[in-house]
């Protein structure tokens, strides 16, 4: 079963941390994105432009339910809450979810480069702070766990992760 899962918008480091915190207690790493490259034997960037984005949140709900009955620590891609019937999934789960909350200028700071995102592509700085708020509560309301990413480095939010669900196990018991 799955032991984690990260949720929060692109470029809030789910991929990153969610390798980093699967290495250290030993678990695998999932990542939606790259279960759904590994399936579709295509980019996310050629999933966009030859099938659009209505099709790669098909393949993203699918893979989501099917990833979910695997083992270790889950990445989930930064639309994933949006679609009702995910965050259904994500609830059903019964999985601790974490939020990785990062700024839009940290956001637009740490993508500036990127040309793997297709959406981030369409987005200026207006319309990124815009998409944020529109999801921010999908994310909110995904995640028993917040972890601010700002000024933090990969391991320290592993850390933080740990201390965190640490103590949301002390408080079930
Ligand atoms: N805490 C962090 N501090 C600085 N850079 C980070 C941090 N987390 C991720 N990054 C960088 O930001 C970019 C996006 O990270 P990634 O893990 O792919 O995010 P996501 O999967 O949420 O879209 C990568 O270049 C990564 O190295
Ligand atoms: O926010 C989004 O809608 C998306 C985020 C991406 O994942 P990351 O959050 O890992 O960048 C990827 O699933 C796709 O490009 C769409
Ligand atoms: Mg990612």
Redesign the pocket.
């Known amino acids: 079963m799955v032991d984690l899962i990260l949720v929060g918008f692109?470029?809030s480091g789910?991929?990153t941390v969610g390798h980093l915190l699967a290495d250290f207690i030993h678990r695998p790493h999932l990542d939606l994105?790259q279960m759904i490259v590994a399936h579709s034997g295509q980019s996310?960037n050629q999933i966009f432009t030859e099938h659009g984005e209505r099709y790669f949140r098909e393949l993203e709900s699918k893979t989501l339910a099917s990833a979910l009955s695997e083992d270790g620590v889950l990445s989930t891609?930064?639309?994933t809450p949006v679609s009702l019937t995910n965050r259904q999934l994500l609830h059903e789960a019964n999985i601790p979810v974490v939020y990785l909350k990062t700024s839009p200028e940290i956001i637009l700071e740490r993508l500036q480069d990127d040309h793997t995102?297709?959406?981030f592509r369409t987005l200026d700085k207006n319309r990124l702070i815009e998409l944020f708020q529109e999801r921010e509560s999908y994310y909110e309301q995904s995640a028993d766990i917040q972890v601010i990413t700002d000024q933090k480095t990969p391991s320290e939010i592993v850390h933080e992760i740990k201390v965190n669900i640490r103590k949301m196990n002390v408080a079930r018991d």
Do not use: E, S
Request: aromatic share 0%; charged share 25%; hydrophobic share 25%.
């Open positions: 692109m470029g789910k991929t994105d996310i891609g930064g639309g995102r297709p959406l």
